[in-house]
C-alpha cells in the first residue's frame, strides 16, 4: 500500500544543485514524485559555511519507514556524503520529513522530523506541496515563522528535469 512521504533535500558543499538534482532522481526510482521550488537559504548552524540548496520531494512509495531511511543513507553516501560538524557543510542531507500520518520514535528515526516546525526551508517547500499541510492539527501555513522567511527562491521551475 502505498504513502504519501515528504523528503527534505539540503547541500552546500560541491555542485550543490547538481546533486540534489541526481538525489530526486534517485528518489524517483522509488516512486511517484513531486518537487517543490528550489530555494536557498543561510546556514542553521555555524555561519563560517556556504548558504544552503533546499527543496522538499513528495515521495509516493511502498516503501517500510525504515527501509526508506536505509536508502535515503545510501543515496547520502553514493553522492560522496561529508558532514565536517555538527550543523555544519554537507554534499547531500536527506531527512525523511512525514511519513502519512503515522508517528515514529525509536533509536533511528523520528517522524514527523524534529525540526519541521522550526525550519522555514522545510516549511516553506513543504507548503509548496500541499498548501494545507497539517501536523499535529495544525495548518503549517500559519505557522509564525514563515511571518519573516530567510530563503529565496532560486528556481520555480522543473529544476530537477524529473
Known sequence: MSVITYIGLGSNLGDSRQILTEAVQKLASLGQVKVSKLYQSPPMGPQDQPHYLNAVVQLETDLAPLTLLDKLQCFEQESGRVRLRHWGERTLDLDLLLYGQDKIQNERLTVPHVGVMQRDFVLIPLLDLDPLLQLNGQLL????????????????GNWADI
Open 141 to 156: 501555513k500559519d505557522l509564525p515563522i514563515l511571518q519573516l522567511p530567510t530563503l529565496d527562491v532560486l528556481d520555480a
